[in-house]
């Protein structure tokens, strides 16, 4: 039985990746900080099936004792400060957590089992202000964030030890990736949540900033997928891990209000607060070397995908409408 170690096994990415693992026969090992109430909410269906091991990114012992207690085969480092807004006013935190604590992992890993297969969360931020598009493996980093650039340190230092410790090291640059487990304070997560509360009749407007900013918006379980793929060949690499299409904020928005009958021109209030110091205007990925050489697949289009996402927000807040105390958050 394959033994696999995930950091941030909590968090969207972490669950669905827990998920497939656990389908395919592994023994999974989520690493979790110690609070006084750990949010289970994306994993609760798998808590019981996943070996929990206490431990701190920016602690070694703790991710030495943590490797050494899965001894895993392959070793997921999806943990991270993720939120790029937030990395403004926390860039100190953002270094420590998203930059120097894959060091930390790395480390870890290279002291007690080496021979493992290790796979680093690179981001698409890097890339920022795209110098080409689409982008691609080879496409120069130009990060335009606290986020980005601590991104890029924690790609290029797995870059490092691959070359420099022979160690089995990869990173996935991935782009937009969504579902209904994304915290709603993502744009995607934020607007479906709102659509679901003002279709019930619970907000009655939605604040937002930059409508014209392009991404490439994903599958959350489809891009674990490939994750997975990355450390079941014979040699390490980086793969950028993305739809090819591109579409807009505006476009997010019409498709999620429409689908529930409204116009989004009715509701959207444009804020200066959400618009970002240093705007990142378009994102687009060139996947071909991940289908190529992984054969790895697309299997939720955009417009399934927000539907899906609407469908699961309503059902939400719909529960928690209907819970005893009639007590729900109005926004």
Same mark, same amino acid.
Not at 43 to 64: M, N, P, Y
């Given at each position: 039985?394959?033994?696999?170690l995930?950091?941030?096994?909590?968090?969207?990415?972490?669950?669905?990746?827990?998920?497939?693992?656990? /389908?395919?026969?592994? *023994? %999974?090992?989520?690493?979790?900080r110690?609070?006084? #109430? $750990?949010? !289970?909410?994306?994993?609760?269906?798998?808590?019981?099936?996943?070996?929990?091991?206490?431990?701190?990114?920016?602690?070694?012992?703790?991710?030495?004792?943590?490797?050494?207690?899965?001894?895993?085969?392959?070793?997921?480092?999806?943990?991270a400060q993720?939120?790029?807004?937030a990395s403004?006013?926390?860039?100190?935190?953002?270094?420590?957590?998203?930059?120097?604590?894959v060091?930390?992992?790395?480390?870890?890993?290279?002291?007690?089992?080496p021979?493992?297969k290790?796979?680093?969360?690179?981001?698409? /931020?890097?890339?920022? *202000? %795209?110098?080409?598009?689409?982008?691609?493996?080879? #496409? $120069?980093? !130009?990060?335009?964030?606290?986020?980005?650039?601590?991104?890029?340190?924690?790609h290029?230092?797995?870059?490092?030890?691959r070359?420099s410790?022979?160690?089995?090291?990869?990173?996935?640059?991935?782009?937009?990736h969504?579902?209904?487990?994304?915290?709603?304070?993502?744009?995607?997560?934020?607007?479906?949540?709102?659509?679901?509360?003002?279709?019930?009749?619970?907000?009655?407007?939605?604040?937002?900033?930059?409508?014209?900013?392009?991404?490439?918006?994903?599958?959350?379980?489809d891009?674990?997928?490939a994750?997975?793929?990355?450390?079941?060949q014979?040699?390490?690499?980086?793969?950028?891990?993305?739809?090819?299409?591109?579409?807009?904020?505006?476009?997010?928005?019409?498709?999620?209000?429409?689908?529930?009958?409204?116009?989004?021109k009715?509701?959207v209030v444009?804020?200066?607060?959400?618009?970002?110091?240093?705007?990142?205007d378009?994102?687009?990925?060139?996947?071909t070397?991940?289908?190529e050489?992984l054969?790895?697949?697309?299997?939720?289009?955009f417009?399934?995908?927000i539907?899906l996402?609407?469908?699961?927000?309503?059902?939400?807040?719909?529960?928690?409408?209907?819970?005893?105390?009639?007590?729900?958050?109005?926004?």
């Amino acid at each position: 039985m394959k033994r696999a170690l995930i950091t941030g096994v909590t968090g969207q990415d972490g669950s669905y990746l827990a998920e497939l693992l656990l /389908e395919k026969g592994y *023994k %999974v090992y989520g690493l979790r900080r110690r609070t006084s #109430t $750990p949010n !289970y909410e994306n994993v609760e269906h798998i808590k019981d099936q996943i070996e929990w091991i206490s431990g701190d990114l920016t602690d070694l012992a703790s991710l030495i004792e943590a490797v050494r207690i899965s001894n895993p085969d392959e070793v997921y480092n999806l943990a991270a400060q993720s939120f790029v807004a937030a990395s403004w006013p926390q860039p100190l935190v953002t270094g420590q957590i998203t930059a120097l604590s894959v060091t930390n992992m790395l480390e870890a890993v290279r002291i007690i089992k080496p021979d493992a297969k290790f796979y680093q969360a690179s981001s698409s /931020e890097m890339f920022g *202000k %795209v110098v080409e598009t689409p982008q691609k493996e080879t #496409t $120069p980093f !130009y990060p335009r964030s606290p986020y980005g650039v601590a991104k890029v340190y924690g790609h290029w230092i797995t870059v490092n030890y691959r070359e420099s410790f022979n160690m089995f090291a990869c990173s996935g640059i991935l782009f937009n990736h969504e579902s209904p487990r994304r915290g709603v304070e993502f744009v995607t997560r934020k607007v479906t949540d709102a659509v679901a509360r003002i279709k019930l009749g619970l907000q009655k407007e939605l604040r937002m900033g930059n409508l014209d900013a392009l991404r490439d918006w994903g599958f959350a379980g489809d891009y674990v997928k490939a994750m997975w793929l990355m450390l079941q060949q014979d040699e390490p690499d980086d793969y950028v891990i993305s739809t090819g299409e591109i579409h807009s904020v505006k476009e997010l928005l019409e498709v999620s209000f429409s689908y529930v009958g409204l116009d989004y021109k009715d509701y959207v209030v444009i804020d200066p607060e959400f618009v970002r110091p240093a705007e990142v205007d378009l994102l687009l990925g060139d996947c071909t070397k991940a289908k190529e050489k992984l054969g790895w697949k697309l299997e939720v289009g955009f417009e399934k995908l927000i539907h899906l996402m609407v469908d699961c927000d309503i059902k939400k807040v719909l529960s928690e409408m209907e819970r005893p105390s009639g007590l729900i958050a109005l926004k």
